[in-house]
Structures are given as C-alpha cells and as structure tokens.
C-alpha cells in the first residue's frame, strides 16, 4: 500500500499562476483534508471532504478551491496563486470521522515568487 | 472557537531522560486527543490517541495522560534516545482535526 501520496512534491509558481495539487490514497478512506503548515503557525486545514462528491471549507480556505470527484483522489486548486500562499502543503485521510487516525502524505512544498 | 496550545520552545534533554510536553485546550471539550511526531521534510505520523474517559494511554516508551478537568494533555518520553528527536503534534476535533504548533524535542546523546 502507498497510502496517501501528494504530487508534486515541489513546485515554484510566479504570482498569478494557477496550479493544482493531487493528493491520491489507496486505504478506501471516507474522509480527506488538505493543510497548510508555516514555520511558527502549525498545521491549519484548508478545506476537507467527507465523502465522494463533498467538500467543506477549514480554517483558511480563501484563494483555494478543491474538488473531489473520485473517493480516493483529492484536489487543492490555486486559481492565482500569491506570496502568501507559499508554504509546505499536506494531505491526510482518516477511514471515518469521530477518533479518526489521520495518515498523511510527505507534503508539498509551494514557492510562490 | 476552538484553540490548542503548545509550547513553541524547543525542549533539549539529555538521553535517557524523560521528556515532557503540554497541550492545553480551550473552548472546546474534545472526546479524544491525538499525538502525531513529525520529522523534518516529512509528513506527521500518528503515535497515540487518548478518550476523554481514559486517564492514561501508554506505548512502548511512550506515555499519555488526560486531565479534563485541567484541559490538558502531557506527553512524556521516557527513557529517551536520540532517535526520538523530532516535533511533536497535538491533534483534536472530530471530523476536523485541529493541531497545535507542535514541540520541538532534541536528544542530546
């Protein structure tokens, strides 16, 4: 099993740029999250989804959309990208919700020029 | 709203020691707190997961308790090694999870 795997793994974008980042399990996970983590702020979700064909907004969705068209593949989308979102991306799924184990992808770490 | 707070310091302790770290918790009475480690360039990795009706939860060298009454977590290392250098996560929530900034621990061998 590969488990969540996040491509790319880099990625350096002029502002204005769009692009999309693909986060992929294999674990038939119900539930799947994408954060964000900057030095000195933590892990802060962007937005998450609990099914195929949802999704529902986190702590800082703004300037990020996502999608979910297949259970096992989740998309964080940039649709002009800025300074400010240069930061190390990260996908999770968990099986179910309430004590949901989260297992995590290595990242991806976004340059935004 | 919710809140999860970690000490930002980094703890350095000697090897064979025990280290310990807090998660406090506001506003919100959270049914379980998770513990992640995180190693440098790398993903979190889920270590332990504690109940709310459950006062401790150990594995390995790894120990957990939590004080509801106090709203906090303590995560302890014991008989620590240098291998278990890495920041730690303190997680809760529900279909949300939430995570502080984590703790940096450096074993000085």
């Known amino acids: 099993n590969a488990g969540v795997t996040q491509t790319p793994k880099f990625r350096v974008l002029k502002t204005g740029q769009s692009m999309t980042l693909l986060c992929a399990q294999d674990m038939n996970h119900e539930y799947m999250y994408w954060y964000r983590q900057d030095p000195g702020m933590g892990l802060r979700l962007i937005h998450y989804s609990v099914g195929e064909g949802t999704t529902a907004k986190g702590e800082v969705p703004d300037g990020y959309n996502v999608s979910r068209l297949k259970k096992q593949n989740f998309l964080l989308g940039l649709e002009s990208a800025a300074p400010s979102q240069t930061s190390v991306y990260f996908c999770a799924s968990s099986l179910l919700s309430g004590a949901n184990v989260l297992t995590f992808g290595a990242g991806s770490r976004l340059t935004v020029l | 709203s919710q809140k999860i707070e970690q000490n930002s310091e980094a703890l350095n302790i000697q090897e064979g020691k025990t280290a310990t770290l807090t998660c406090n918790y506001t506003n919100y009475s959270p049914a379980y707190l998770q513990w992640y480690r995180q190693d440098p360039g790398r993903g979190p990795v889920f270590l332990l997961l504690?109940?709310?009706?459950?006062k401790e939860k150990r594995k390995e060298r790894l120990k957990v308790t939590f004080d509801t009454t106090l709203k906090q977590s303590l995560f302890h290392i014991t008989a620590s090694q240098p291998a278990d250098s890495a920041t730690y996560l303190c997680?809760?929530?529900?279909?949300?999870?939430?995570f502080g900034k984590g703790n940096q621990v450096v074993v000085i061998p």
């Open positions: 997680g809760y929530g529900n279909n949300r999870l939430a």
């Open positions: 504690i109940r709310e009706n459950e």
